[in-house]
């Protein structure tokens, strides 16, 4: 009986790796949100979040989904090292490049998953760019709210199994809510 027991627990914590990896990232990177640099950090993140939906349902493959995000990542690294533009500026381009891409061949108008996305992208990603202009306790709000948002967007997700993987989508759900904690508590 006990076997059976610590079975079923490892099964369970085997199938929710994308939580405690979520919980992992954040307690290695916790405290960001403290600061209105942290804060303007967050708000560039926030751009990224419907960017990774937005690109993997214009490839059409989810199997996309974690390779984007960890060149992003990457390339979120390498933006900040350099010192030469800011994440957001190449997140905004890229969100650009994509829409007016589905627009030209028609993607966007036939395709109620793509506008959905696209309709994300362009609400989460004026959240991130107002948290970028507005004072920093006002932006402090907004980000959390935008990133709360986008934990229900990741919920609905993997409800629906649709757009991204739902590994991903466990994932960036549970780092947004505790994102969202954070600023909201200024931890």
Known sequence: ??????????????????????LAVSAATFGGGESAEG?????????LLPLVYLVVEKLQRRSATWPLLVGSMVLVIGLRALDVIEPADVFVAVALIVLVWSAV??????SGTFQIQALGMLVFGALGLIGLAVDPDLARYLVAAGWLLHAVWDFVHIKLDKVV????AEWCGVVDILITIELVFKL
Do not use: K, Y
């Open 165 to 168: 993987s739902s590994s991903f």
């Open 39 to 47: 804060v303007a950090n967050l708000s560039q993140i926030l751009l």
């Open 1 to 22: 009986m006990v076997e059976m027991t610590a079975r079923r627990w490892l099964v369970a914590v085997r199938n929710r790796w994308p939580t405690w990896l979520a």
């Open 105 to 110: 061949d028609g993607q966007l108008f036939r």
